[in-house]
T-cell receptor, first 114, second 114 residues
Framework: DQQVKQNSPSLSVQEGRISILNCDYT??????FLWYKKYPAEGPTFLIS?????DKNEDGRFTVFLNKSAKHLSLHIVPSQPGDSAVYFC?????????????FGTGTRLTIIP | DARVTQTPRHKVTEMGQEVTMRCQPI?????VFWYRQTMMQGLELLAY????????DSGMPKDRFSAEMPDATLATLKIQPSEPRDSAVYFC????????????FGPGTRLTVL
């Protein structure tokens, strides 16, 4: 039973345009959501997070939106750059403490076309 | 530059052999996680420890997998006997108890069981 779902395995976006990655979850106990970025042959690295008390969090070119009623979150990257080409994982946790387990989605491979 | 280290980075073995993967968490982090990345499941949690005590190993096949933390600087994941379906990338991550602190991942061990 996949509690965190990323329904798009891949996405291609032109450089300079907006990339939108989507994530859905089923467990209403999730309280904290994160996006991780992964390059080949490396471990995932933290990108941005959002607590369930907020509906938006922004960090430079990256913005995460949370719609709790729809159990949906999205990551917006604008403008997209070639270095953004990677696999993006959505993750959820029951709290915002870094020592709580994360439930991950299956990932979306983003390709930025120069 | 604090980071999680994992050894070996690559392991090729034959079915039935024992495999041991090692992880050194970031100094001062009190929680260590083992994840496995597969194409179908994405990143799935196998087990995790807090202050060296196992908290949850429900994601592991108990008959063949075991995870331990002999001391605060070393976590091990052992598979005995290994099977071809165990082929995957295994990631170790560590986290602290700080609010908002994300988990930091190691580079992973790519395991191939022939």
């Amino acid at each position: 039973d996949q509690q965190v779902k990323q329904n798009s395995p891949s996405l291609s976006v032109q450089e300079g345009r907006i990339s939108i990655l989507n994530c859905d979850y089923t467990n209403s106990m999730f309280d904290y959501f994160l996006w991780y970025k992964k390059y080949p042959a490396e471990g995932p690295t933290f990108l941005i997070s959002i607590s369930s008390i907020k509906d938006k969090n922004e960090d430079g070119r990256f913005t995460v939106f949370l719609n709790k009623s729809a159990k949906h979150l999205s990551l917006h990257i604008v403008p997209s750059q070639p270095g953004d080409s990677a696999v993006y994982f959505c993750a959820a946790s029951g709290s915002n403490f870094g020592n709580e387990k994360l439930t991950f989605g299956t990932g979306t491979r983003l390709t930025i076309i120069p | 530059d604090a980071r999680v280290t994992q050894t070996p980075r690559h392991k090729v073995t034959e079915m039935g052999q024992e495999v041991t993967m090692r992880c050194q968490p970031i100094l001062g982090h009190n929680t260590v996680f083992w994840y496995r990345q597969t194409m179908m499941q994405g990143l799935e949690l196998l087990a995790y420890f807090r202050n060296r005590a196992p908290l949850d190993d429900s994601g592991m096949p108990k008959d063949r997998f075991s995870a331990e933390m002999p001391d605060a600087t070393l976590a091990t994941l052992k598979i005995q006997p290994s099977e071809p379906r165990d082929s995957a990338v295994y990631f170790c991550a560590s986290g602290s108890g700080l609010r908002g602190n994300e988990q930091f991942f190691g580079p992973g061990t790519r395991l191939t069981v022939l």
